[in-house]
């Protein structure tokens, strides 16, 4: 059974920095790709980042670009998004998904979701 599993939420002021962490397990080896996603209060879910399992693509959100940056650690089977620069914007469930089929921006994509960890930017 494939699980992600995601951590590293709280709250910081505007301009800090946070790292979230998503932990997979299951039968990752499928995996074609991991990408992150966030909801804020009253809006839709959106696209935020994802790459690759080979780490060789990766994509952003014009929103986040150059402030936030994917890695992975394919041995622990673990990704990570480096938050820097945080806006009160930026407050919002952020999840963590599995695509088994490629990287593109659309839940659709993505077959596993986590349960998400809340990101809260005060001004």
């Known amino acids: 059974q494939v699980q992600v599993v995601e951590s590293g939420g709280g709250v910081v002021q505007a301009g800090g920095s946070l790292r979230l962490s998503c932990e997979a397990s299951?039968?990752?080896?499928?995996?074609?790709?991991m990408g992150w996603f966030r909801q804020a209060p009253g809006k839709e879910r959106e696209f935020v980042a994802a790459s690759n399992w080979s780490a060789r693509i990766t994509s952003y959100a014009d929103s986040v670009k150059g402030r936030f940056t994917l890695s992975r650690d394919n041995v622990e089977n673990t990704v990570y998004l480096q938050m820097n620069s945080l806006k009160p914007e930026d407050t919002a469930v952020y999840y963590c998904a599995a695509s088994l089929r490629g990287l593109g921006p659309h839940e659709w994509e993505y077959d596993y979701w986590g349960q998400g960890t809340q990101v809260t930017v005060s001004s």
């Open positions: 299951g039968r990752t080896s499928s995996f074609y790709a």
